[in-house]
């Protein structure tokens, strides 16, 4: 279908390096995971910090840590294999690279207004957030049964509902999942990026204090900002090229 459309225009799946599923686009997500600890723990600090704070009876920190992330990374697919899903569906078109180029010129520039976001030039992104707290107003109060969680079958659900926290570093690569056009590969990109989360949070909660300090600090923040600002801007300058080589196998090409 969408090489069809290529095929009109011009454009070689071939010469964009997307006639396969390939990792790369996969990994930059998983970067941008990783590299936005500084904003991750600022958002999930104070949950996982009472995740690992001592509760008569509870399992052992490390498993109510590593329940929690699981259920908030399972979030993270299950809400981007929706969003691929509505991808999908907005590519039944027949012209279809107009709107995959809009749709991914619009993620890219939500990477850029995050990683000027990360480095504390601007809190454009901070609105987008404010968006999220409708839902999140519903959401919130289903995670109260389960405190205070003393066993990782407490920790889960609080994770998987934790997952839907307002959060633009999440919203900026949803983003492209939505321009991915596949419910799977929608759920696999939210998938490497929550496991690129995962160290940050996961340190953070059982090194607590002294880790959180190092990924909040102004150089980190700097370097993570400017790692994420490069994808975006690298993703804006071969947007006529569905984003060359560096997002192949994150764009929908069958």
Known sequence: ???????????????????????????????????????????????????SSPVPGAAPVWSRQLAYNFGRIASYALIGGLVGAIGSAS??????????????????????????????????????????QLLWRRIQPLSKRFLPVRS???????????????????????????????????AGLMLAFGAGTLPNLLFAGILLARYRNLVRSRSFRLVAGLVVLFFGIYGLIRAPELGGLLWAGVICEV
Do not use: K
């Open 91 to 132: 590519m039944l078109f027949n012209r279809v690279l107009p709107l995959q180029l809009m749709l991914f010129v619009l993620a890219n520039l939500m990477l850029i207004g995050m990683g000027l976001y990360l480095m504390g030039f601007t809190r454009a992104l901070a609105g987008v957030e404010r968006g999220g």
């Open 152 to 186: 990782w079958r407490q920790a889960l659900p609080v994770g998987f509902l934790w997952g839907f926290l307002p959060c633009g570093l999440t919203y900026s690569v949803l983003s492209l999942a939505l321009v991915n056009g596949s419910a799977v590969r929608g």
């Open 1 to 51: 279908m969408v090489g069809g459309a290529l095929a009109d225009w011009g454009v070689s799946l071939e010469g964009l390096g997307v006639s396969d599923f390939s990792a790369s686009g996969f990994l930059s997500v998983f970067l941008i995971g990783l590299l936005g600890g500084a904003h991750c723990i600022g958002m999930c600090g104070g949950i996982v910090s009472a995740l």
